[in-house]
């Protein structure tokens, strides 16, 4: 069964700190994973999307890296804000399309002042 | 500001109650889709459309129907709610080909069923 595992579950940080979330993955055949950022109530918002061969894509403070032949991902976010509270969801698919999306229950981020 | 627009944000409904959910999207997308979430878990896809007059069942099973007679319009009936039925919905829309980009997701519609 695809299955896409991301730890913590949750995590708190002081503002301005540095934090790294991670994905591990089972989804075969592998197309491409992304990471999405959930505010409470809204929709997700795409931060990144990497293919099987790139291993690193920045959005502004948020850096993602993949490890196809492991099947592992972080995403890494610099000097954080109080802004970047939200659930942090990894996103994987076997194809460019959007119908085989398997979703990870995300990191619940909190940035405490 | 995304492009696509769920109505209502919020709705509290007693059991057996008819209703539908709206989504809207003006970026002229040719697919569409819904997803279901319950707190703290997962994403799970229910319906979707590649156009008009199409519309497909995604992974979770769902009692709701969905239809696609325009292009920006994909409404979510469910005939009779239940209790079950309580979560939180989510519309998508995408461009054909788009290759995971431009994957857009409204604010959601959180339904209550009492």
């Known amino acids: 069964k695809n299955q896409v595992e991301q730890s913590p579950q949750s995590l708190i940080i002081l503002e301005g700190k540095n934090c790294t979330l991670q994905?591990?993955?089972?989804?075969?055949?592998?197309?491409?994973l992304r990471w999405y950022k959930q505010d409470t109530g809204r929709g997700p918002v795409s931060l990144t999307i990497m293919t099987f061969s790139e291993n690193t894509k920045s959005n502004g403070r948020y850096t993602a890296t993949l490890d196809a032949d492991t099947k592992q991902s972080s995403l890494h976010i610099t000097a954080s804000q109080l802004s970047d509270s939200a659930s942090y969801i990894c996103?994987?698919?076997?194809?460019?399309?959007?119908?085989?999306?398997?979703f990870g229950t995300g990191t619940r981020l909190t940035i405490i002042p | 500001e995304a492009d696509i627009y769920q109505t209502p944000r919020y709705l509290v409904i007693g059991t057996g109650k008819k209703i539908t959910l709206e989504c809207s999207q003006t970026m002229g997308h040719d697919k569409m889709y819904w997803y279901q979430q319950d707190p703290g878990m997962e994403l799970h896809l229910i319906h979707y459309s590649y156009g008009v007059n199409s519309t497909e069942k995604g992974d979770l099973s769902s009692e709701s129907t969905v239809s696609r007679i325009r292009t920006e319009h994909f409404p979510l009936t469910l005939e009779s709610a239940r209790p079950s039925h309580t979560s939180q919905y989510l519309c998508?829309?995408?461009?054909?080909?788009?290759?995971?980009?431009?994957?857009?997701f409204g604010s959601g519609t959180r339904l209550t069923v009492v």
């Open positions: 998508a829309s995408s461009v054909a080909g788009a290759r995971g980009y431009g994957y857009t």
């Open positions: 994905c591990n993955y089972t989804v075969s055949p592998f197309s491409n």
């Open positions: 996103v994987v698919s076997p194809n460019f399309g959007n119908e085989k999306l398997t």
